[in-house]
T-cell receptor, first 113, second 115 residues
Framework: DGGITQSPKYLFRKEGQNVTLSCEQNLNHDAMYWYRQDPGQGLRLIYYSQIVNDFQKGDIAEGYSVSREKKESFPLTVTSAQKNPTAFYLC????????????FGSGTQLSVL | GDSVTQMEGPVTLSEEAFLTINCTYTATGYPSLFWYVQYPGEGLQLLLKATKADDKGSNKGFEATYRKETTSFHLEKGSVQVSDSAVYFCALSFLANQAGTALIFGKGTTLSVSS
């Protein structure tokens, strides 16, 4: 079955540590996205990528980094510069940047120890 | 800037009750409008969409009509079930020339249905 897989489901970060969240899709979608979900604040866009080897900052990119070396993979690194990383992170993909229907993964809950 | 405003929750209903979740938007053009649903511990799923004024999106008994005159896209269902308990997000999008934003989401409305 096609879909988006995020791992791990739960992740803990120590102070000053970088952590990487995985996102893999086998839908053959060109566009991929990372959103952050905080209680009562809805979803906010961190980064998006339209094609391999290209990505753009979203509304809250500070303290995060991404790469898009393969079409099916779009990992997100939460760096030590992100001072408030505790949140639920959602990865999504769409056929292309102009396609508005997003397919979401099941999310990763990141917490700070 | 563009934004989406949803009614605050939680919304608590008994099974078979009528549901309305209000959503209004602010946009400089004519966006497409969406309702996404998030079940506990899961990602979001597209519930329904409308791409132009007066369009009605529908799915699984839910409906929403794109009202340009009132800039609204309210979600309705005539008879809710316990399995409808989830968080519902209203969203809008623009195609192209919109750097940095794929979809703009509302804050979400939690629906809890009891039997």
């Amino acid at each position: 079955d096609g879909g988006i897989t995020q791992s791990p489901k739960y992740l803990f970060r120590k102070e000053g540590q970088n952590v990487t969240l995985s996102c893999e899709q086998n839908l053959n979608h060109d566009a991929m996205y990372w959103y952050r979900q905080d209680p009562g604040q809805g979803l906010r866009l961190i980064y998006y990528s339209q094609i391999v080897n290209d990505f753009q900052k979203g509304d809250i990119a500070e303290g995060y980094s991404v790469s898009r070396e393969k079409k099916e993979s779009f990992p997100l690194t939460v760096t030590s510069a992100q001072k408030n990383p505790t949140a639920f992170y959602l990865c999504a993909s769409s056929v292309d940047r102009g396609e508005e229907k997003l397919f979401f993964g099941s999310g990763t809950q990141l917490s700070v120890l | 800037g563009d934004s989406v405003t949803q009614m605050e929750g939680p919304v608590t209903l008994s099974e078979e009750a009528f549901l309305t979740i209000n959503c209004t938007y602010t946009a400089t053009g004519y966006p497409s409008l969406f309702w996404y649903v998030q079940y506990p511990g899961e990602g979001l799923q597209l519930l329904l969409k409308a791409t132009k004024a007066d369009d009605k999106g529908s799915n699984k008994g839910f409906e929403a009509t794109y009202r340009k005159e009132t800039t609204s896209f309210h979600l309705e269902k005539g008879s809710v079930q316990v399995s409808d308990s989830a968080v519902y997000f209203c969203a809008l999008s623009f195609l192209a020339n919109q750097a940095g934003t794929a979809l703009i989401f509302g804050k979400g409305t939690t629906l809890s249905v009891s039997s």
